[in-house]
């Protein structure tokens, strides 16, 4: 059975999602990490789909870092830092 979800489910949905993945970042290992880059544009890409464009925080696996666990803790902490402005929280 498929339940369709409103826009602002799918929101909170993903907003959990994200604050579980930057949870977990600290805690994962090179296997895990590419499996929380996986999990992260899995959530951007569910977003898109409920009408929330977000492609600008989009991973760029092409990008050079040398510290891939800080480069992906700014990502998340920039998207949920827009996602509480947008829902107004401060």
């Known amino acids: 059975m498929n339940i369709v979800l409103t826009p602002q489910q799918s ?4 907003y959990a999602r994200l604050q579980g993945l930057r ?3 600290g805690e994962a290992d090179s296997v895990a990490f ?4 996986a999990h992260y544009d ?3 890409d569910d977003l898109r ?8 925080f989009k991973l760029d696996d092409q990008e050079q870092v040398e510290d891939r666990e800080g480069w992906l803790r700014a990502r998340l902490d920039a ?3 827009y996602m509480d402005l947008f829902a107004g929280l401060p």
């Open 79 to 81: 998207l949920l830092d």
């Open 11 to 14: 929101l909170a949905m993903a």
């Open 23 to 25: 949870y977990d970042l």
């Open 42 to 44: 899995r959530a951007l």
């Open 49 to 56: 789909a409920a009408g929330f464009d977000l492609s600008a």
């Open 34 to 37: 590419e499996s929380l880059c």
